[in-house]
């Protein structure tokens, strides 16, 4: 019986770190200078082990195999460039691999280059903490990153940036700048941008912040003043007692 209780225990430990989804690359280009740096979710594993290869079957063991990891990110600087490459991750239910190890979870595929990412946008409007800004548009602009193709732009009510209430990618930069809608009024937000070329995405800048001013809606009021001053013998009118 108490063989049967920790088999089954170790199955589902097992499941219980069987959840790991990559996060990044995925799906996309990204530059091997200075190295790879990838990220995934944690799946309530404390440890992990990352396999990398340019084949899409991913045999076990085969490619780079890194691991035990005890954080959820990892730089490999092994990797060529013009290569299509495929990994996933697996978790362990102990730190440094002393528990069970769980199944591998989705697979995510990325092409490298060797053209560096461009640098992070400088932010110019909103201006950092200023005057409120009606909710609706608000117009964003920064200054050209060199070598950048695209901008992706990020507008949060938090500086976590986990849940962005505006997560636009792909902006192509004018000099009139960006509108966005959609925005609530009365609101402190918080925003940040990043720049992107054949390299991939490079980092995020600095954050800013502005507010959004509550909506008003003006009325144009006529009063008209009446009383019981009889304007003839300029006495009080007395009716109403009476």
Known sequence: MRTLFFTLASVLLISYCSAQTPSSPCNTTVSVVPSVSFTWTTGGAQSWEMQVDT???????EGIVVGPINITDHSVLTLVAGKTYYWHVRGNSG???????GSYGSTCSFTTTNVSPPSAPA?????????G???SPVNFKW???SGATSYDLQVATTTAFTSPSIN??????????????????GQTYYWRMRANNGGGPGQWS???????QSVSTPLNLKVFLQGPLNT?????NDGLRS
């Open 232 to 236: 003839t013998t300029l006495l009080m």
């Open 143 to 145: 200054v050209q990153s």
């Open 168 to 185: 636009q990618t792909n902006i192509t930069w004018v000099l009139a700048g960006h509108n966005v809608t959609g925005l609530l009024s």
């Open 123 to 131: 932010l110019s409007e909103p201006i950092n903490t200023g005057a």
């Open 133 to 135: 800004y009606v909710p």
């Open 95 to 101: 730190p440094s691999g002393s528990g069970a190890w």
């Open 206 to 212: 600095a954050h800013r912040t502005f507010y959004t």
């Open 55 to 61: 084949v899409e079957t991913l045999f076990f063991g």
